[in-house]
């Protein structure tokens, strides 16, 4: 459900001279880049990547007997799942919550009809309308490992929520391995570990709306906390002189109608950034601050609306590019 746009790790000069190692590698259907600052262990990123490669395992809609694809396929019969599965499945459900049902884990069916890359498929108002009787959030059922969809119907799809949880898991790991100086960009959903090695923060690039691959809106500083952002101008298509992006209504089934264009949250955890940048790309900018007053963990939100303007809350350390 949710696109991350392009955030780029900003170095310096006076970096060069601090061995680290870097790795970029194709899972979650992203481009995940891991940079260690602080080991001379060559088997630490190989395991980090390895990491990766098993939670999409488990979480994947489109992987053949992972945890999710076997909740769909159950027909409503309860099915048992690996923890980390009911934990992020737990993550989504409080978004599912907080949002009053817009941010819902139960839209896998809808979710599945759209095609915003290959074909760039156009679902017909008769199927919209049969999917979206699928999405409930609340008609999920855990009882200790074990998940059941009430709807015998209906579809679960963590994408939402996935790619922030593993940039979580894999910065606890490389923490507990001694590591104190790190940065997981696994497509833009951005976990980082300590400081740069010269004490400043690290420099993350936010994607400025509209433009170019590389060109930036501004620059945010961040410490051992979490960066992610999310848009609607990537993921889309044109039919008909009208543009259709991968956000979408699960009351409409259609992509939603937002005042709000790209959404960078800065909070302690990556899960928490992405959940809460879909949900106010569907609840737009009047009820941000209402939402962000309510979660914990929260630091600071910048939104560029389809208007231009730019809202900022909370403590966000912005170096503006003109």
Same mark, same amino acid.
């Given at each position: 459900?949710?696109?991350?746009?392009?955030?780029?790790?900003? +170095?310096?000069?006076?970096?060069?001279?601090?061995?680290?190692?870097?790795?970029?590698?194709?899972?979650?259907?992203?481009?995940?880049?891991?940079?260690?600052?602080?080991?001379?262990?060559?088997?630490?990123?190989?395991?980090?990547?390895?990491?990766?490669?098993?939670? *999409?395992?488990?979480? $994947?809609?489109?992987?053949?007997?992972?945890?999710?694809?076997?909740?769909?396929?159950?027909?409503?019969?309860?099915?048992?799942?690996?923890?980390?599965?009911? *934990?992020?499945?737990?993550?989504?459900? $409080?978004?599912?919550?907080?949002?009053?049902?817009?941010?819902?884990?139960?839209?896998?069916?809808?979710?599945?009809?759209?095609?915003?890359?290959?074909?760039?498929?156009?679902p017909s108002d008769e199927e919209l309308e049969e999917a979206c009787k699928t999405i409930d959030y609340t008609q999920v059922r855990i009882v200790e490992n074990t998940v059941q969809l009430l709807d015998?119907?209906?579809?679960?799809?963590?994408?939402?929520?996935?790619?922030?949880?593993?940039?979580?898991?894999?910065?606890?790991?490389?923490?507990?391995?001694?590591?104190?100086?790190?940065?997981?960009?696994?497509?833009?959903?951005?976990?980082?570990? +300590?400081?740069?090695?010269?004490?400043?923060?690290?420099?993350?690039?936010?994607?400025?709306?509209?433009?170019?691959?590389?060109?930036?809106?501004?620059?945010?500083?961040?410490?051992?906390?979490?960066?992610?952002?999310?848009?609607?101008?990537?993921r889309k298509f044109e039919r008909d002189g009208v543009t259709y992006h991968h956000i979408l209504d699960p009351g409409t089934g259609k992509p939603v109608l937002t005042d709000v264009v790209s959404v960078t949250i800065l909070a302690d955890s990556a899960v928490t950034g992405e959940g809460l940048s879909t949900i106010i790309l569907?609840?737009?900018?009047?009820?941000?601050?209402?939402?962000?007053? $309510?979660?914990?963990?929260?630091?600071?939100?910048?939104?560029?609306?389809?208007?231009?303007?730019?809202?900022?809350? +909370?403590?966000?350390?912005?170096?503006?590019?003109?």
């Open positions: 459900m949710c696109i991350i746009t392009a955030a780029a790790l900003c +170095g310096c000069a006076k970096e060069q001279s601090v061995e680290q190692k870097s790795e970029t590698r194709l899972l979650l259907d992203t481009y995940c880049t891991i940079t260690i600052y602080d080991s001379a262990d060559s088997t630490l990123l190989d395991e980090a990547f390895d990491l990766c490669a098993q939670y *999409e395992a488990l979480f $994947s809609i489109t992987i053949e007997g992972s945890d999710v694809w076997r909740i769909n396929h159950a027909m409503g019969a309860p099915v048992e799942v690996d923890p980390q599965t009911v *934990e992020l499945i737990l993550s989504g459900l $409080s978004f599912g919550e907080l949002s009053g049902g817009l941010f819902d884990i139960t839209i896998g069916r809808l979710s599945r009809l759209w095609d915003f890359s290959g074909e760039q498929y156009l015998p119907d209906a579809w679960i799809d963590l994408g939402a929520v996935a790619k922030g949880h593993i940039a979580d898991k894999i910065a606890g790991f490389l923490a507990a391995r001694g590591i104190t100086a790190a940065v997981i960009d696994l497509g833009g959903d951005i976990a980082a570990i +300590g400081q740069k090695p010269d004490g400043e923060p690290w420099r993350i690039g936010i994607r400025k709306p509209q433009g170019g691959t590389n060109e930036l809106l501004g620059v945010a500083g961040i410490g051992e906390s979490s960066i992610v952002s999310s848009g609607i101008y990537e569907l609840i737009g900018s009047d009820r941000a601050q209402e939402i962000f007053n $309510s979660v914990s963990g929260f630091t600071g939100a910048l939104l560029v609306l389809e208007n231009g303007d730019v809202l900022e809350f +909370g403590d966000i350390d912005m170096r503006w590019i003109d």
